[in-house]
């Protein structure tokens, strides 16, 4: 126990010892046996007994972890239940040892322990409540519209009222979609309007701040008020669901800044653990680019699942080495180690697939910057695709299982180098899985927020630095989802391959990347413009999951599917990764033409 909760028990117990010696005391006297109780000084011993009883029973119902400040009706029936279970345990002890109380003294005592224990109790949470009323700090509280008349808005009114420092704000009106909460007063605060009406109410109450108080909503529900919501000029905040946090854990709950991964509204993804298991627990499990945002985040993720080794294989030793130090904090039984090398380096590839025998290989080392690589194209073929061919071959020489090759969506008719040379490289995977013992798969998706080189860290940089905002067109869309919800479908869909299959992760509905920047301006609270520069090179308007030939079948989970798409002639690929060999030996512009003969669906794309 910390010291923190032994300041806030060590009373309570002490008065609930006292309270006992009280409440038989007064029963005695109060009954007309007083002189029959009290008869030596043998009865104040047999009353510790009594009371140490009281406090054990007390302490299996937990009462001495609540937070009395925000104790309710419940609270108060679990001091009713455990005076009387610990009130009959008295009595059959003492009976058991032969020692004889009136009835009537343990029924008064029983029912004295109740008022004497929840008075000052309820003493405890006034003084605190007043105590924190009148505190004299000087917190920002600015005019708030709570929105959810639940048990969560509740308690943010009520820790806004009692100037709580984890909850600034002065709750002024509070907003329900339940048409029988309305009219309805929360701790002083009027329901008024449905979440149809934020906008409205804001102008009518001079609202500074709206706090989203409804967690057990579902996705698309919140989705739909933060849109609402953005349309003010408020600052934006949320706060876990209660229900989930332990009595504890009350105490410092707090609100938190509403971000870009709560207005997608997508739903929550969870691993599912039987198929990561099934050809994870127990292996050594290989992560190329295991440094960056998708290969760190997988290693995190695998290391839930029990495997026996996790290597981490990527070009940059600092990533590596911070993640590495993160997973052994956590995980002391696994074995973590770093590789450095470049997949372009053959040997180097087949050295680290000889030393660990890796029986899962996922492949996330790649160049991804649309840009960059339309300015080094034959760098981009290196790296995707020859460094993506010796893995390939690696896995296959050394008997790997199961192979997981992350692609993307930039991969379906590609107007840039980068997506043609992923494209290639889903190629070399369905290639080898024609012949191999190894089970070869891709997974295909979007945009993942907050990866490195992504749009949401520039954005973020570019407000902070007081703008402008960049956009390259106002009507430009992709695709997003977070990383570990992208990372766990990844590893499901490694589980379920059979090989050769491009599994297509269901990325939800495009966004618009200048309603991403609004909406950004708009939480950050900064007042700075947006910039439309044109389309890059080889930057597509929308981007597409499917190609124009493929369909796609279901499986067990329905945010995965499996891409149908035309035979590749796999003849064709050793030839054309021959061409391409020399093409990086040419020029740039040799490099991109043989690129787009190799790539059927890749069609080169100047935008300037």
């Known amino acids: 126990m910390d010291l923190h909760i032994a300041k806030r028990t060590a009373p309570l117990l002490i008065m609930d010892i006292i309270a006992t010696y009280v409440a038989y005391w007064l029963a005695s006297l109060l009954t007309n046996v007083f002189d029959e109780v009290f008869t030596s000084n043998e009865i ?26 925000y104790a309710s009706v419940d609270e108060a029936l679990q001091i009713v239940l455990s005076v009387v279970i610990s009130t009959l345990v008295g009595a059959v002890f003492l009976w058991v040892i032969n020692v004889r109380l009136p009835i009537r003294v343990f029924i008064g005592a029983s029912i004295l322990l109740v008022f004497l224990m929840g008075g000052y109790r ?24 709570v929105v959810g008349a639940g048990e969560t808005g509740s308690l943010t009114i009520n820790r806004m009222a ?31 309007g449905s979440t149809d009406d934020i906008e409205e109410l804001v102008r009518k109450y001079d609202i500074q701040q709206i706090v989203v108080a409804i967690p057990s909503s579902t996705p698309a529900e919140r989705k739909r008020i933060y849109r609402v919501c953005t349309k003010t000029e408020c600052v934006l905040k949320t706060l876990p669901n209660i229900r989930d946090l332990r009595i504890d854990e009350l105490g410092d709950v707090a609100l938190r800044d509403v971000d870009v991964t709560d207005l997608l509204g997508r739903e929550e993804v969870q691993l599912d653990m039987r198929i990561a298991y099934a050809y994870v627990a127990g292996e050594t499990v290989l992560v190329t680019g295991g440094g960056g945002s998708i290969g760190s985040e997988l290693c995190r993720q695998l290391a839930k699942v029990a ?66 690589m339309e300015v080094c194209p034959r760098e981009a073929i290196e790296n995707n695709v020859f460094g993506t061919l010796n893995v390939v071959r690696a896995a296959d020489a050394f008997g790997v299982e199961h192979f997981t090759f992350i692609s993307t969506d930039k991969a379906v008719n590609p107007t840039s180098v980068m997506g043609a040379t992923k494209r290639m490289g889903e190629m070399i995977m369905q290639y080898y899985a024609r012949t191999s013992k190894t089970v070869f798969a891709a997974v295909r998706f979007g ?71 609004k ?6 609270g900064a007042h700075v413009g947006i910039v439309y520069t044109g389309l890059r090179d080889g930057e597509k308007m929308y981007e597409e999951l499917l ?7 279901p499986t067990s989970n329905h945010s995965i599917m499996i891409s149908q798409g035309q035979e590749i002639s796999h003849e064709q690929v050793a030839q054309k990764l021959g061409e391409l060999q020399e093409a990086i030996r040419d020029t740039d512009e040799q490099a991109i033409k043989i690129l787009e003969e190799a790539v059927p669906t890749y069609h080169f794309t100047k935008n300037r």
């Not at 009106?173 to 048409?179: E, G, K, L, N, S």
Request: with cysteine; hydrophobic share 45%.
């Open 447 to 517: 945009n993942v927020l907050g990866s490195n080189g992504s749009v949401i860290p520039l954005f973020k940089k570019q407000i902070a630095e007081g703008g402008p905002v960049t956009v390259t067109h106002p009507d430009i869309e992709r695709f997003f989802m977070t990383i570990p919800e992208a990372v766990q479908l990844v590893i499901q869909a490694g589980g379920m391959a059979k090989g050769g299959e491009i599994f297509v992760l269901d990325m939800g509905e495009p966004v618009k990347i200048a309603d991403l920047a």
């Open 307 to 372: 495997p026996r080794r996790i290597v981490i294989f990527d070009i940059c030793e600092n990533d590596a080495y911070m993640l590495r130090q993160e997973l052994l904090r956590s995980y002391d039984d696994i074995a973590i180690d770093i590789e450095i090398g470049s997949i372009c380096n053959e040997a180097r590839v087949n050295e680290v697939f000889e030393k660990y025998h890796p029986a899962v290989v996922f492949h996330a080392a790649a160049h991804k910057h649309v840009p960059l």
């Open 162 to 192: 009692t100037k709580d420092p984890n909850m600034p704000g002065i709750p002024i009106v509070a907003t329900d979609d339940d048409p029988a909460k309305r009219g309805l007063r929360i701790h002083g605060v009027k329901v008024e």
């Open 122 to 145: 309820l003493l405890w949470r006034i003084k605190r409540r007043k105590k924190r009323a009148f505190s004299g700090d000087n917190v920002d509280r600015p005019r708030t519209l």
């Open 44 to 69: 104040f011993f047999i009353l510790g007994i009594l009371a140490v009883v009281n406090i054990a029973i007390m302490g299996a119902f937990r009462l001495y972890n609540n937070l009395w400040e």
């Open 519 to 524: 909406n950004l301006i708009r939480l950050s």
């Open 547 to 553: 190609m124009d030939e493929e369909n796609t079948l």
